[in-house]
Structures are given as structure tokens and as C-alpha cells.
Nanobody, 119 residues
Framework: QVQLVESGGGLVQAGGSLRLSCAAS????????MGWFRQAPGKEREFVAA????????YYADSVKGRFTISKDNAKNTVYLQMNSLKPEDTALYYC????????????WGQGTQVTVSS
């Protein structure tokens, strides 16, 4: 089992910044990737960003490229999502997720942290 605990959400004005954290614990030895997803009210959950376990490769949704940065502290098994130039449309519940090397879907999810961007 793997536990994912997010933190760092909050209320920010448009143009502001927030940093989300996701700490992974438990059986992380075979994990290959961690990522962030978000779900706004009335919308489906969507991919935001992902990083491989070593932190050497990153992936982003087009909507956040150039504004968000995903990174990983390998010593702490913690993934960060630095969000800059936030827009009202970034308002959502942000989830951290993790997957094993041969999984075709994400295996573990955090409880979510709310990000609200006011205009």
C-alpha cells in the first residue's frame, strides 16, 4: 500500500502563486511515476502534470505549460507542483496520484487539496 498526502492548497488572487506538495509513504519501491490531476465543479478530472520516479522526465497538460512546474525531492519521496500566473480557470480540487511501472492506470490517489483562484 502507498499513502499520498497533499498539502498547500488555498485561496489566491489571479496572477498569484501556490505550491502544492504530495508526500508518498509505504511501498514506494516499485513506483514509476507521480502526477497531479484536478477536477473543477461539474467537470471531469483532468491531467495536469507528471514526473517519473527519478525526477528526470516531466509531462504537462497544454493548459499549464509555462506556468506550472512539477518537481520531486527523492530523499523525501515528495512531489511538488509550483503554480504561477494562476487563473480563475485553475480553480479545482487537485489530486496527487502514483503508479507502478507496469500499471496501465494510476494506482493510488490522495484525498485532494482545494485551489481557488479569485478574479
Amino acid at each position: 500500500q502507498v499513502q499520498l498526502v497533499e498539502s498547500g492548497g488555498g485561496l489566491v488572487q489571479a496572477g498569484g502563486s501556490l505550491r502544492l506538495s504530495c508526500a508518498a509513504s509505504g511501498r514506494t519501491v516499485s513506483m514509476s511515476r507521480m502526477g497531479w490531476f484536478r477536477q473543477a465543479p461539474g467537470k471531469e478530472r483532468e491531467f495536469v502534470a507528471a514526473i517519473n520516479w527519478s525526477g528526470s522526465s516531466t509531462y504537462y497538460a497544454d493548459s499549464v505549460k509555462g506556468r506550472f512546474t512539477i518537481s520531486k525531492d527523492n530523499a523525501k519521496n515528495t512531489v511538488y507542483l509550483q503554480m504561477n500566473s494562476l487563473k480563475p480557470e485553475d480553480t479545482a480540487l487537485y489530486y496527487c496520484a502514483a503508479k507502478y511501472r507496469y500499471s496501465t492506470s494510476w494506482d493510488y490517489w490522495g484525498q485532494g487539496t482545494q485551489v481557488t483562484v479569485s478574479s
